[in-house]
C-alpha cells in the first residue's frame, strides 16, 4: 500500500507513518502536494566473517592471544 501525506498531517501522526513503513508501506511526505522524502525502514546490515574464506577463519582469529601463545611469537 502507498500513502502520500502533507507535513502538516505527518506532524500528528509520525509514529503511524513510521509503523506503516516498518510494515512495508510506502509512505511518501509531501509539501504543497509535492512529494520530498519518503519513509523507509533501516535494515540492520549483515555481520560479514572475517577474512576471504567463511567458515575458514573463525573469530577466535580475532581475539588476543593467550600468553603463552604470545611467548612463542616473541
Same mark, same amino acid.
Given at each position: 500500500?502507498?500513502?502520500?501525506?502533507?507535513?502538516?498531517?505527518a506532524?500528528?501522526?509520525?509514529?503511524?507513518?513510521?509503523?506503516?513503513?516498518?510494515?512495508?508501506?510506502?509512505?511518501?511526505?509531501?509539501? &504543497?502536494?509535492?512529494?520530498?522524502?519518503?519513509?523507509?525502514?533501516?535494515?540492520?546490515?549483515? &555481520?560479514r566473517?572475517?577474512?576471504?574464506?567463511?567458515g575458514i577463519?573463525?573469530?577466535?582469529?580475532?581475539?588476543?592471544?593467550?600468553d603463552?601463545?604470545a611467548e612463542?611469537?616473541?
Amino acid at each position: 500500500m502507498s500513502q502520500q501525506v502533507n507535513i502538516q498531517q505527518a506532524k500528528g501522526c509520525l509514529s503511524q507513518l513510521v509503523a506503516a513503513a516498518e510494515g512495508g508501506d510506502q509512505v511518501i511526505i509531501a509539501r &504543497r502536494g509535492q512529494p520530498i522524502v519518503k519513509l523507509i525502514p533501516v535494515t540492520q546490515a549483515e &555481520r560479514r566473517q572475517l577474512g576471504f574464506m567463511p567458515g575458514i577463519v573463525t573469530d577466535a582469529a580475532a581475539e588476543p592471544l593467550s600468553d603463552d601463545d604470545a611467548e612463542l611469537w616473541q
